[in-house]
């Protein structure tokens, strides 16, 4: 099954943070066969004065959505993320499934595809990178036109 994945981090070596999730990926989840090139932009949803990194993955897997979640968590604790519930906050790790094949899925832990990745382009412009023509089934457009059509003004540039 094919899973596409964001990942992002704005505190610590950031680009570590980013190659160690996706070793820890290929180790414990199948294997990332695409991987956009790393996005900076500012918070998108609260204040920091840490920029974040991004990148999208495309990843081959056997694990079943639920299954892939509780990966997930497991690596993002094994990098050192810290959940405080309490919204959104600067962080070492987060990955997020954005898609896993075409299902929909609806449960208290889990949105597939990702509820707000439409309105985020740092979750957008990875992912065009890697697939701008998978088509979103709830929008009915491609990557590449949610990217387009993007009501999101952040600023977004490639890290060299």
Request: aromatic letters at 8%; hydrophobic letters at 35%; proline letters at 3%.
């Amino acid at each position: 099954m094919i899973a596409h994945l964001s990942i992002g981090t704005n505190i610590g070596d950031k680009k570590q943070n980013l190659s160690t999730a996706v070793n820890m990926l290929n180790e414990l989840c199948g294997k990332v066969t695409k991987q956009s090139s790393i996005y900076e932009t500012s918070a998108w949803g609260f204040e920091s004065s840490n920029s974040f990194y991004n990148i999208a993955v495309e990843l081959n897997t056997k694990l079943l959505p639920q299954k892939l979640l509780d990966k997930l968590f497991l690596i993002e604790n094994k990098i050192g993320r810290k959940r405080t519930g309490t919204g959104y906050t600067d962080r070492l790790i987060d990955v997020d499934i954005l898609f896993y094949e075409n299902e929909t899925i609806t449960t208290d832990k889990l949105q597939i595809p990702h509820p707000l990745l439409q309105a985020r382009n740092f979750v957008l412009y990875p992912l065009c990178e890697i697939n701008p023509d998978f088509k979103h089934r709830k929008f009915n457009k491609t990557i590449q036109e949610l990217k387009d059509n993007s009501t999101d003004n952040s600023v977004i540039k490639i890290v060299r």
